[in-house]
């Protein structure tokens, strides 16, 4: 039983458009979110988190919204660029009383942005 | 600065070998995890150590799947008897502490191939 969901598999978008990446949870006691890129032969790269009390957080390009009663959040990269190309996992965690900050990732989607 | 470095990088293990994956943390980052991500997959949890102490042993998928960090820096991986189902790449992550926001940082990872 997935608990994070990525449904799209892949994403292709033009160089200087807005790429936006879904992300769905099922467990109602995450409370931390994060988006990690990676590259082949690498390992994840931290990107942007969001913390359950937040329903927005922007980086530069980068901004993660979270709608907690959708159990759904979303990350906006704009304008993209060639060089964002790769994969983006998006990861969620239970932290209160868990006792483990243990990240549940989803299976990832593969964005490709064209010049 | 350094991040998490793992070695190898690459192994290939013949089916009932023993191996042992090694991971360096951070200098100073208090929790250390243990990922494993299997072909078209996302990362999926292992095991987690608070220094050195082994707090969440619950991913591990049998008793042949061993870790450990004796003096609450480096972390070994050991998998006895490998199978095939073991062929992943093995990823490593370090967080500061266990404050609430702290971001796990992963290593390049071990890619495992058990013939």
């Known amino acids: 039983d997935q608990q994070v969901k990525q449904n799209s598999p892949s994403l292709s978008v033009q160089e200087g458009r807005i790429s936006i990446l879904n992300c769905d949870y099922t467990?109602?006691?995450?409370?931390?979110f994060l988006w990690y890129k990676k590259y082949p032969a690498e390992g994840p790269t931290f990107l942007i988190s969001i913390s359950s009390i937040k329903d927005k957080n922007e980086d530069g390009r980068f901004t993660v919204f979270l709608n907690k009663s959708a159990k759904h959040l979303s990350l906006h990269i704009v304008p993209s660029q060639p060089g964002d190309s790769a994969v983006y996992f998006c990861a969620a965690s239970a932290r209160r009383g868990s006792g483990s900050e243990k990240l549940v990732f989803g299976k990832g989607t593969k964005l490709t942005v064209n010049p | 600065g350094a991040g998490v470095s793992q070695s190898p990088r690459y192994k290939v293990a013949k089916r009932g070998q023993d191996v042992a994956l090694r991971c360096d943390p951070i200098?100073?980052?208090?929790?250390l995890f243990w990922y494993q991500q299997a072909l078209g997959q996302g990362p999926e949890f292992l095991t987690y150590?608070?220094?050195?102490?082994?707090?969440?042993k619950s991913g591990l998928p049998s008793d042949r799947f061993f870790a450990e960090r004796p003096e609450g820096s480096v972390s070994t991986l050991k998998i006895q008897r490998t199978q095939q189902e073991d062929s992943a790449v093995y990823l490593c992550?370090?967080?500061?502490?266990?404050?609430?926001?702290?971001?796990?940082?992963f290593g390049p990872g071990t890619r495992l191939t058990v013939l």
């Open positions: 200098s100073g980052h208090v929790s």
């Open positions: 467990n109602s006691m995450f409370d931390y």
């Open positions: 992550a370090s967080s500061l502490s266990l404050s609430s926001a702290d971001t796990q940082y």
């Open positions: 150590f608070q220094n050195e102490a082994q707090l969440d």
